[in-house]
């Protein structure tokens, strides 16, 4: 009997058993480290936001409050802070990147607002320096044609810097060409 036949026959096709459709049973919960052995883990390799360790651990904990109340301990004991979460962050980053980029990424890691507007008023007083100094290192050279200006200018401002800043740098080639 070839194959097709045997599945056309109802009789044996009922007969078959198909082990591999069944669902297994869930595999064993592994015991890994305590939520606060993970956190302190993950602060210890660099500061965390509040939200940013939170979402990090909600995968490992059965209970959300549980989590909530671990990073209100946390936080309790100096371990986790969002004031010094902004201050390395903007170490990290801010010889890279202008003041509207930095302080749109403090607020999608979940940074309080208060802590945004006093890190704005830092990064505001250093934009010209920064935007400068990158502007030196990417080009070095005053534009040569509009085209060149106006890719230097996209350049800059999608680093984050404001047009303000990027006027007062790139204002003063206007008149070569």
Request: hydrophobic share 35%; charged share 35%.
């Amino acid at each position: 009997m070839s194959d097709w036949e045997f599945f056309q026959d109802d009789e044996n096709f009922e007969q078959l058993e198909i082990t591999s459709a069944q669902t297994p049973s869930p595999a064993p919960k592994k015991a890994g480290p305590s939520l606060k052995a993970r956190a302190i883990d993950l602060l210890s390799r660099r500061e965390h936001s509040r939200v940013e360790l939170r979402r990090k651990l909600l995968r490992h904990a059965e209970d959300p409050d549980q989590v909530d109340s671990l990073l209100d301990e946390l936080a309790q004991q100096n371990w986790q802070s969002d004031e010094r979460f902004v201050r390395s962050h903007l170490n990290r980053r801010a010889n890279k990147f202008g003041t509207y980029r930095l302080l749109q990424e403090l607020r999608q890691h979940g940074v309080d607002e208060n802590h945004i507007q006093a890190a704005q008023t830092d990064l505001k007083e250093t934009e010209f320096e920064r935007a400068y100094d990158i502007w030196e290192r990417k080009f070095g050279q005053a534009p040569t044609d509009q085209k060149a200006y106006a890719k230097q200018y996209r350049f800059m401002a999608n680093r984050g810097f404001g047009s303000e800043v990027l006027r007062r740098i790139l204002e003063r080639f206007n008149d070569s060409f």
